[in-house]
């Protein structure tokens, strides 16, 4: 059985994971490509996990100190991976507020689209992404509460379900019973690896192709209603965060987004970009 290390660098985190096995090591590999370091690094410090097959060969075992993680599946295994070391890491950056959201970016200027699981955000990162929007995210958007300055956090791109038009899926997506994963490498254009400033936030409501798209500017109150809502970890934060969301809010407009296809969302998303470059 081979076994293999990815050493991996997440918003300046030191990350180690020994796979047991090549399944778990290629499906990890592809998933975090962006985050890859080189093998042959030097890591002083790092958060280490196994990965080995259970017992029976159906599903893994993940292990991270005393922690131990039982995985039935490709779907559990990235779940419950992603779902830890994202706490591992938001602990070691609290300095950061992360958004529930995802993250694009056009000509330096970003755009985190907010909203609950369904509402189609991979779904517009995606189609954005080929239509000239570099990628940050598509899940997990950390914001610097002080500069408005948008981290990059570019996992694989996760879709529920294959997209109703084109682009079609590359050929290297890895399929888990419940979702698509699209390494970064294959998007059309850059996944960055550098802060963006933030430009807007554009909350959605309800899952795509659901009536006639809706978009309306909303005040800095409803947004950091919104914001603190979709955040995570809120209360690590002074006031329990929610000075930080008000004053996220009232630093860059928002807007509220509703209905429409993909492509309509994508449109509007451009609209109120070539607005405010134009004011």
Same mark, same amino acid.
């Given at each position: 059985m081979k076994s293999s290390e990815l050493l991996l660098r997440v918003l300046g985190c030191n990350i180690a994971v020994r796979c047991g096995d090549e399944a778990s090591s290629d499906l990890l590999r592809e998933c975090y490509s962006a985050f890859l370091l080189p093998a042959?690094?030097?890591?002083?410090?790092?958060?280490?996990?196994d990965v080995s097959l259970t017992s029976h060969a159906k599903g893994w075992t993940i292990r991270r100190d005393k922690t131990v993680i039982h995985c039935h599946d490709s779907y559990d295994l990235i779940y419950e991976f992603e779902k830890d070391m994202t706490v591992r890491v938001q602990l070691l950056r609290a300095d950061l507020f992360f958004i529930?959201?995802?993250?694009?970016?056009?000509?330096?200027?970003?755009?985190?689209?907010?909203?609950?699981?369904?509402?189609?955000? #991979?779904?517009? &990162?995606?189609?954005? !992404?080929?239509?000239?929007? %570099?990628?940050?995210?598509?899940?997990? *958007?950390?914001?610097? $509460?002080?500069?408005?300055?948008?981290?990059?956090y570019p996992h694989a791109l996760c879709l529920?379900?294959?997209?109703? #038009?084109?682009? &079609?899926?590359?050929? !290297?997506?890895?399929?888990? %019973?419940?979702?698509?994963?699209?390494? *970064?490498?294959?998007? $059309?254009?850059?996944?960055?690896?550098?802060?963006?400033?933030l430009s807007f936030l554009i909350f959605v409501e309800?899952?795509?192709?659901?009536?006639?798209l809706v978009?309306?500017?909303?005040?800095?109150?409803?947004?950091?209603?919104r914001l603190y809502s979709n955040g995570l970890y809120q209360l690590s934060?002074?006031?329990?965060?929610?000075?930080?969301?008000?004053?996220?809010?009232?630093?860059?407009s928002s807007y509220l987004m509703s209905g429409g296809t993909v492509e309509e969302r994508a449109q509007a998303?451009?609209?109120i970009f070539d607005s405010a470059e134009a004011n």
């Open positions: 042959q690094t030097e890591l002083l410090t790092a958060h280490v996990y529930h959201g995802a993250a694009l970016s056009v000509a330096e200027r970003c755009v985190i689209i907010s909203g609950e699981s369904g509402s189609g955000k #991979s779904s517009l &990162a995606w189609f954005m !992404s080929h239509n000239g929007y %570099d990628y940050l995210s598509d899940e997990l *958007a950390p914001l610097d $509460p002080l500069s408005l300055q948008v981290e990059p529920k379900k294959k997209p109703l #038009s084109e682009p &079609a899926l590359p050929d !290297s997506a890895r399929y888990t %019973d419940a979702t698509i994963h699209v390494p *970064a490498y294959e998007l $059309p254009t850059r996944a960055l690896y550098r802060p963006c400033p309800g899952s795509l192709n659901g009536r006639d978009v309306r500017a909303i005040g800095s109150a409803e947004s950091a209603a934060h002074r006031g329990d965060g929610l000075p930080v969301a008000v004053g996220m809010a009232s630093g860059v998303i451009r609209d």
